[in-house]
């Protein structure tokens, strides 16, 4: 394989996904009860100092699909999925920011990753919501595993959006997102 520019780089690897179906504010009744981890892996968990979870979850397997990301926040008792208006990875070993609409706001969910000697490790994550920015105690990443999730959800409830109808049944789904030039 070729050398490649790091604006190609860059670009290659910011994905923006923008939703094509209308999902509705977040309290809306495009929402349902579900069980999320039944069949998707967390990618990253975290909470604030008020006690709302941020889950981010992938469906199994090697590659992540930055497509088939999900993303939740709120309290135990209500961990509503919310819309995803970008993704982006760096290629430093995984820093991430993933815009989404928090209750009609926009908010960025960023998980650093920071180079310690020889080995990758976790920096401190943050929520910013407009322009104020909340620590995040990580309690889950692809660094650092995810020993400790299954206690932090054990009592979670999960609201998720409602999926649009498969290709078979006259619809685009599984997913209401479809991937978007982010022009970079």
């Known amino acids: 394989m070729g050398m490649q520019s790091s604006r190609t780089?860059?670009?290659?690897?910011?994905?923006?996904l923008a939703l094509t179906a209308a999902c509705g504010d977040d309290e809306s009744p495009n929402t349902e009860p579900c069980d999320p981890l039944d069949t998707l892996r967390i990618e990253?968990?975290?909470?604030?100092?008020?006690?709302?979870?941020?889950?981010?979850?992938?469906?199994?397997?090697?590659?992540?699909?930055?497509?088939?990301?999900?993303?939740?926040?709120?309290?135990?008792?209500r961990v509503v999925e919310r819309r995803i208006d970008a993704f982006e990875r760096q290629r430093d070993g995984g820093t991430t920011h993933i815009f989404f609409q928090l209750d009609g706001t926009d908010a960025d969910a960023f998980f650093p990753v920071e180079l310690d000697g020889t080995a990758f490790m976790d920096g401190p994550p943050t929520l910013t919501v407009d322009d104020e920015t909340f620590d995040l105690e990580l309690i889950a990443s692809p660094i650092g595993g995810d020993a400790d999730a299954a206690q932090a959800l054990e009592q979670a409830q999960f609201e998720c959006l409602r999926q649009e109808p498969t290709p078979s049944e006259g619809g685009d789904?599984?997913?209401?997102?479809?991937?978007?030039?982010?022009?970079?």
């Open 9 to 16: 780089i860059l670009a290659s690897t910011v994905i923006a």
């Open 173 to 184: 789904g599984p997913r209401a997102y479809a991937p978007r030039s982010s022009g970079t």
């Open 44 to 77: 990253y968990l975290a909470r604030r100092d008020s006690g709302e979870l941020l889950l981010v979850l992938h469906p199994e397997a090697d590659a992540l699909e930055v497509e088939l990301v999900r993303l939740f926040y709120g309290p135990e008792e």
